[in-house]
């Protein structure tokens, strides 16, 4: 395996003017003197450890480092504690700066139905068109359902985004991920800084159209949801591969035949909130667009209420993911605050009032995902202005607050601290991503307080991401001394095959879970604490995959970082 260092720090940077904290891994109970070295080896501050003890996440006996009090910006410092050195980092607002811009140009490269040109992502990256009905592909052009369903029609589901290492996409994960994207520009435009999501700052073919450039690869998905809606109104599931393809295979070598499965609430919920929310976001942008995305919404959200408990199938894990769910209270209830917020009307008002998630019921320390999307209806309903009784939007407010409150509680008893908690103790597929989604209920708690242990909070977030962890490593590509490399990814393979490439910055690994989930976790993992389970091997689908949905999240609260992280 990687190297693992004993002096675990976020590889990448830590901010001036904020906290910054460092992990010493020692059997040794008293403190010990750490040193603080600048890029020519000068030590420039020196102080003691705190021994924590044995750090119940990783299983590491830990000491806390703590050198705050250093704050003069540059590069390559390390921390070095007796023989023991750490990977280099810089005190610097640069690469979070740029952070921002790396986590949002992954989804270009995730475009179906469109060639990834090479005058965007370089030579390396570029390939052509998937799924646009070329040999081999199929084509998602014309895409009939499963042949048990007997649907009688086929749809034209080309576009959007691939959701991760293969290539399905699925409603209820490419929704939450373009809402996220959306809403990272909603609550910049509302009360952050807009300009810096403008038109022309992403490297994509939209970027000199007048039009922010995060609404455009955001737009390249909600197109692609509206077309999965049947015509009795409900959306199909997903549409995906008969059988899973190998590893590597590029989107236009990919020979299966692609199938619709069935219509779900649960992704005629999805699309009718993401759809709500375009409908409001594009509404003086490309009026006709706005029109079209909201009539898409209303029928969604009507048939929805007409066939509230059509569950995905759980079985239908063949050649793609099942993505099934079978709690709909929080889907409804996101869709209703969304349509509320869009339109204003009674009756999206009454099933936005009349839920038992209204006022952040749903907010929990274990954070939310493409199966728990109650939390995405209250940042809406938090930030963007609507009607409902002042107290309510409080309510809302302090649910952040308090869920904000438990996590640095938590945190303060880690030995590498991250926002998320499973009931039972345990770190899930996608840790990473749900690590990221909680940050945001932090950098929320402190939008809506102004209080600094939040902003902290969330940056202590994003240092566990960026190698402030027990296997040393950054889980961001080409971000820190030690990243992924070997991300589970059908094109960026270069484990399999040195002439492909490797994932390009700013994707972020789905990063440890511990139920071993795929034969690489099994042979290499058993008994591993919760930090722990994880490899950077691209077989290890269960721990090394990327996606949209925790791109979303990184994109979010990079972007959100970046702008807190002054000039
Ligand atoms: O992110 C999903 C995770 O929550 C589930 O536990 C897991 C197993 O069903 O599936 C994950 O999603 C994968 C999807 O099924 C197929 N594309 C890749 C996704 C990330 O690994």
């Not at 610097?92 to 270009?108: G, I």
């Not at 009718?272 to 995305?293: C, G, H, L, N, S």
């Not at 399999?496 to 071993?516: E, F, K, R, V, Y």
């Amino acid at each position: 395996g990687a190297p693992t260092k004993k002096v675990q720090v976020d590889q990448v940077a830590y901010v001036p003017g904020l906290p910054k904290h460092a992990t010493l891994v020692s059997d040794t109970t008293t403190a010990q003197t750490w040193s603080l070295k600048n890029s020519a080896g000068t030590t420039v501050a020196t102080g003691q450890t705190t021994p924590k003890g044995v750090d119940t996440l990783s299983g590491d006996p830990v000491h806390l480092i703590d050198f705050s009090s250093y704050d003069t910006a540059g590069t390559g410092y390390t921390l070095t504690v007796g023989a023991e050195s750490s990977f280099p980092f810089d005190i610097s607002a640069d690469a979070m700066k740029k952070l921002r811009y790396d986590s949002l140009a992954f989804f270009y490269h995730q475009r179906s139905g469109v060639e990834i040109q090479a005058q965007y992502v370089g030579a390396t990256y570029a390939r052509p068109a998937g799924h646009v009905n070329v040999a081999p592909n199929q084509g998602d052009n014309n895409v009939p359902c499963r042949s048990d369903l007997n649907c009688g029609y086929t749809l034209d589901v080309r576009g959007g985004w691939y959701d991760a290492g293969d290539h399905g996409k699925y409603v209820v994960n490419g929704g939450i991920s373009a809402w996220q994207v959306l809403n990272t520009y909603e609550r910049a435009k509302l009360i952050g800084d807009a300009a810096a999501l403008g038109d022309g700052k992403l490297s994509i073919p939209e970027q000199a159209n007048g039009v922010p450039d995060v609404l455009d690869e955001a737009r390249w998905e909600v197109e692609f949801l509206l077309k999965m809606q049947a015509p009795d109104g409900m959306v199909h599931h997903k549409i995906h591969d008969a059988n899973w393809t190998a590893l590597p295979t590029l989107p236009h070598q990919d020979s299966q035949v692609r199938r619709l499965s069935a219509t779900s609430t649960a992704a005629t919920l999805n699309m009718a909130a993401v759809a709500a929310q375009a409908a409001r976001i594009w509404k003086t942008i490309d009026p006709a667009f706005a029109d079209k995305a909201l009539a898409a919404a209303k029928k969604a959200y009507a048939a929805a209420k007409a066939n509230p408990n059509k569950i995905a199938d759980p079985n239908d894990g063949t050649g793609g993911g099942a993505y099934s769910d079978t709690t709909l209270t929080d889907e409804f209830y996101w869709a209703a605050a969304e349509m509320y917020t869009t339109t204003g009307e009674t009756s999206y008002r009454a099933d936005v009032t009349g839920s038992s998630l209204y006022k952040g019921q749903s907010l929990n320390d274990r954070g939310y995902d493409w199966g728990a999307t109650g939390p995405l209806g209250d940042i809406t309903l938090a930030l963007v202005p609507n009607g409902l009784p002042a107290q309510d939007v409080a309510a809302i407010k302090a649910a952040f607050v308090a869920t904000a409150d438990k996590h640095l509680n938590q945190m303060a008893s880690q030995g590498y601290p991250a926002p998320y908690r499973e009931p039972d103790g345990t770190y899930v597929w996608g840790s990473n991503g749900l690590i990221a989604n909680n940050a945001s209920v932090l950098a929320l708690a402190h939008d809506f307080t102004g209080a600094a242990k939040y902003r902290e909070g969330v940056f202590q977030a994003m240092h566990y991401l960026l190698g402030r962890n027990p296997v040393s490593y950054s889980y961001v590509s080409g971000y820190g001394e030690q990243p992924v490399k070997n991300v589970h990814h059908r094109h960026w393979a270069n484990q399999l095959d040195q002439t492909l490439p490797i994932a390009p910055p700013g994707a972020l690994s789905g990063g440890p879970n511990s139920a071993l989930q795929d034969p690489v976790a099994t042979r290499l993992l058993q008994g591993c604490k919760p930090q722990k389970c994880f490899v950077d091997h691209i077989e290890a689908y269960s721990l090394n995959e990327v996606t949209v949905n925790w791109n979303s999240a990184l994109a979010w609260i990079a972007n959100w970082a970046a702008e807190k992280s002054g000039p």
